[in-house]
T-cell receptor, first 115, second 116 residues
Framework: NAGVTQTPKFRILKIGQSMTLQCTQD?????MYWYRQDPGMGLKLIYY???????DKGEVPNGYNVSRSTTEDFPLRLELAAPSQTSVYFC??????????????FGEGSWLTVV | AQKVTQAQTEISVVEKEDVTLDCVYE???????LFWYKQPPSGELVFLIR??????QNEISGRYSWNFQKSTSSFNFTITASQVVDSAVYFC?????????????FGKGTLLTVNP
């Protein structure tokens, strides 16, 4: 059971570089999410998607971009990396939102350091 | 907007002690969902439980139990006879109820350390 798979697990970026965090899920989930976790701050939502071709901003979207061309994939793009983007990034997915309240399942996280 | 408060930043207990992790939430939704996740030192997020707002029955799963009280907007988590393997950060989260979007709002987490 692959579930939600994120790559890379660890990455060091220089200030101003760009990179893409990959996320794929094999559960045929409609909803996908990107969260970041800063020390002592819990998780904050960056972007989310309710289906292929549809994305929306979360709480902290600045400095990031996403796309959702397929149901399975939801890459997160960092343009012009800044030290403030040093964090742990979690991709997640769920079957359906709204009244069903389905559980959100998380990937294992990607540790990103910007120096 | 939803808000989840975990007032306990860190808790330290000795093995076999019982420990309760507090979670208080704020919401305008009449229907919503509450979750607990565990984050062990390895970093992944492990789903523990989901509770619907219209179901106030408490739940027990082995050494874990959850006390949902809508009247006080609390969803507390108790570990009975704690073990060293329970050491982790525990997150409480609130799920939006409906519409075209659905996302979780997390508390800041409680670091539980269980000492042998």
């Amino acid at each position: 059971n692959a579930g939600v798979t994120q790559t890379p697990k660890f990455r060091i970026l220089k200030i101003g570089q760009s990179m893409t965090l990959q996320c794929t899920q094999d559960m045929n989930h409609n909803y996908m999410y990107w969260y970041r976790q800063d020390p002592g701050m819990g998780l904050k939502l960056i972007y989310y998607s309710v289906g292929a071709g549809i994305t929306d901003k979360g709480e902290v979207p600045n400095g990031y971009n996403v796309s959702r061309s397929t149901t399975e994939d939801f890459p997160l793009r960092l343009e012009l990396a800044a030290p403030s983007q040093t964090s742990v990034y979690f991709c997640a997915s769920s079957t359906q939102g709204g009244r069903t309240g389905n559980t959100i399942y998380f990937g294992e996280g990607s540790w990103l350091t910007v120096v | 907007a939803q808000k989840v408060t975990q007032a306990q930043t860190e808790i330290s207990v000795v093995e076999k002690e019982d420990v309760t992790l507090d979670c208080v939430y704020e919401t305008r939704d009449t229907t919503y969902y509450l979750f607990w996740y565990k984050q062990p030192p390895s970093g992944e997020l492990v789903f523990l439980i989901r509770r619907n707002s219209f179901d106030e029955q408490n739940e027990i799963s082995g050494r874990y139990s959850w006390n949902f009280q809508k009247s006080t907007s609390s969803f507390n988590f108790t570990i009975t006879a704690s073990q060293v393997v329970d050491s982790a950060v525990y997150f409480c989260a609130h799920g939006d109820s409906g519409g075209s979007n659905y996302k979780l709002t997390f508390g800041k987490g409680t670091l539980l350390t269980v000492n042998p």
